[in-house]
């Protein structure tokens, strides 16, 4: 089945940026769609920003202006560029992968930024 594995995170002083990665393996069908969701410590697992087949973006209101998601040319990739971090940008963050077989998430990288 899909694997998604993520790449990335770290610590970084808020106001500074990151970039995430995450690569789809093992995809015989196409993808359909591919995001990137973050879950705080208590709280709910929450959208951060989602990519179509087509291209199509989607961001949190939290998010925009600040992060940019981004894929490569055989669309298996896709990358988050966090700029403007904030303290409360804190998470661990997830993507997943959507194709006509089911959703695949990867485990997931920390995402620390400090005050």
């Known amino acids: 089945q899909v694997q998604v594995v993520e790449s990335g995170g770290g610590l970084v002083q808020a106001g500074g940026s990151l970039r995430l990665s995450c690569a789809a393996t093992?995809?015989?069908?196409?993808?359909?769609?591919m995001g990137w969701y973050r879950q705080a410590p208590g709280k709910q697992r929450e959208m951060v920003a989602t990519?179509?087949?087509?291209?199509?973006?989607n961001y949190a209101d939290s998010v925009k202006g600040r992060f940019t998601i981004s894929r490569s040319n055989d669309k298996n990739t896709v990358y988050l560029q966090m700029n403007r971090l904030k303290p409360e940008d804190t998470a661990v963050y997830y993507c997943?992968?959507?194709?006509?077989?089911?959703?695949?998430w990867g485990q997931g990288t920390q995402v620390t930024v400090s005050s």
């Open positions: 990519i179509t087949s087509g291209g199509t973006t």
């Open positions: 997943n992968a959507k194709t006509i077989t089911g959703v695949y």
């Open positions: 093992r995809v015989f069908l196409s993808i359909n769609a």
